[in-house]
Each structure stands twice: as structure tokens, then as C-alpha cells.
């Protein structure tokens, strides 16, 4: 079955430092790969997305994500973090042909201290 | 705010009950897609209606069931609810249904069932 792995449940870091969330996913087959995030109190958005071409993807707010195929990885990344990135980052996986289905992971929480 | 619209924001119940949650799309998308977000399963697809046809279904219990109105907004219903179906119930809205279509959450609907 397919599933995805996240591999960080919490995460902790300061202000300025660099973020690195780890995504791994379990399909043969073509993938649509996405970054979500859902601050406090809000809806899940978009961070970003990847269907095809290059694998390194930038998304809002300065996030950027990597596909290796060989890897079945899709890690999220950001060179330094700020406070107001304090969220619940989740990763998913889009997979099927006609009807299609989206398969989250278990979403790491990050808090970052000012 | 992602413009998808959900109501109520939150539901109390016992179990045995049946609750409607409901959800109206952004202005011009013709899908909408439900979830599921429990603490021990995590977020979780249900199923997805495109233009008031059902297109896929996930993990989605025999006890629960939606509908898309030809006014293109949908509702779950949830019967012989039992104290695991607490959960936080998102829908989700995109222009199309395709795989790559981006899909707009709506605030969700936070489910207690006593």
C-alpha cells in the first residue's frame, strides 16, 4: 500500500537556522509530490508542489523541496527559519489514474524560538 | 482565508448519533474532496465528488457518506457515530479534478463525539 513517511514528528530550532524535513514515500509509480503547511489555528496551504521536470521545486515564503526518484524522497527545506514559521508541516502524495487519491503523512511540528 | 466555507465550526455529540457536516467550495471549482484528521490516523482522504459525481473514494467508513448538490456544495454525513469518529473533518475545493490540481482547505469542522 502506499504511504508516506515523515521523519521528524517535532522539530526545534532557533531563529536563523537552517531546516531540513525529511519525506519519504512508498509508490512505483508516477507521483505528485506536495508540501503543505497548517499554522495554529488555520486551514492547511499549499507550500508547494511537483509534478514533473526540474526536482528542485521553490515554493511561498522561501521554502524549497527536492525530488530524488532513486531516494522515493521529497525533503522539504528552508536556509534560515523565522519565528512565524511555527507550524505543522505535512507531506503528501498523490497518486492514481481517474480517480486519485491523496495520501498524507503523520506531519512534523515545528517550533522555532525567537 | 482560502474561500472554502465550512459549517459548523464545531459539533458535539453523543454515540449512536448522526451529524451532516457541510462544506461550499471556492467560487468555480467543481471538486470537493473530504478528510479526515484524527490524532492516531492521522489526515486522511474520504472521498472526492466532481460536479456531483463521485470520482474516488479512500478510507471511508460504510457509516459515512457524502453528497455534492447541483449548487456544488457538498455534505458528510456521519451515522452510528462512535467515540473514535472525534476527528477534525476538512474539505477541500480545486477549479478541476485532476491530479495536478491544487486543492484550497477549507477551516474545518471539529467533531466531538461523547
Known amino acids: 500500500a502506499q504511504s508516506v513517511s515523515q521523519h521528524n514528528h517535532h522539530v526545534i530550532l532557533s531563529e536563523a537556522a537552517s531546516l531540513e524535513l525529511g519525506c519519504n514515500y512508498s509508490?512505483?509509480?508516477?507521483?505528485?509530490l506536495f508540501w503543505y503547511v497548517q499554522y495554529p489555528g488555520q486551514h492547511l496551504q499549499l507550500l508547494l508542489k511537483?509534478?514533473?521536470?526540474?526536482?528542485l521545486v521553490k515554493g511561498i515564503k522561501g521554502f524549497e523541496a527536492e525530488f530524488i526518484k532513486s531516494k522515493f524522497s521529497f525533503n522539504l527545506r528552508k536556509p534560515s527559519v523565522q519565528w512565524s514559521d511555527t507550524a505543522e508541516y505535512f507531506c503528501a502524495v498523490r497518486v492514481g489514474t481517474g480517480g486519485f487519491k491523496t495520501i498524507f503523512g503523520a506531519g512534523t511540528r515545528l517550533f522555532v524560538k525567537a | 482565508d482560502s474561500g472554502v466555507t465550512q459549517t459548523p465550526k464545531h459539533l458535539i455529540t453523543a454515540t449512536g448519533q448522526r451529524v451532516t457536516l457541510r462544506c461550499s467550495p471556492r467560487s468555480g471549482d467543481l471538486s470537493v474532496y473530504w478528510y479526515q484528521q484524527s490524532l492516531d490516523q492521522g489526515l486522511q482522504f474520504l472521498i472526492h465528488y466532481y460536479n456531483g459525481e463521485e470520482r474516488a473514494k479512500g478510507n471511508i467508513l460504510e457509516r459515512f457518506s457524502a453528497q455534492q448538490f447541483p449548487d456544488l456544495h457538498s455534505e458528510l454525513n456521519l451515522s452510528s457515530l462512535e467515540l473514535g469518529d472525534s476527528a477534525l473533518y476538512f474539505c477541500?475545493?480545486?477549479?478541476?479534478?485532476?491530479?495536478?490540481?491544487?486543492?484550497?482547505f477549507g477551516p474545518g469542522t471539529r467533531l466531538t463525539v461523547l
Open positions: 509508490y512505483g509509480g508516477t507521483v505528485n
Open positions: 511537483y509534478f514533473s521536470g526540474d526536482p
Open positions: 477541500a475545493s480545486s477549479v478541476g479534478g485532476g491530479l495536478t490540481d491544487t486543492q484550497y
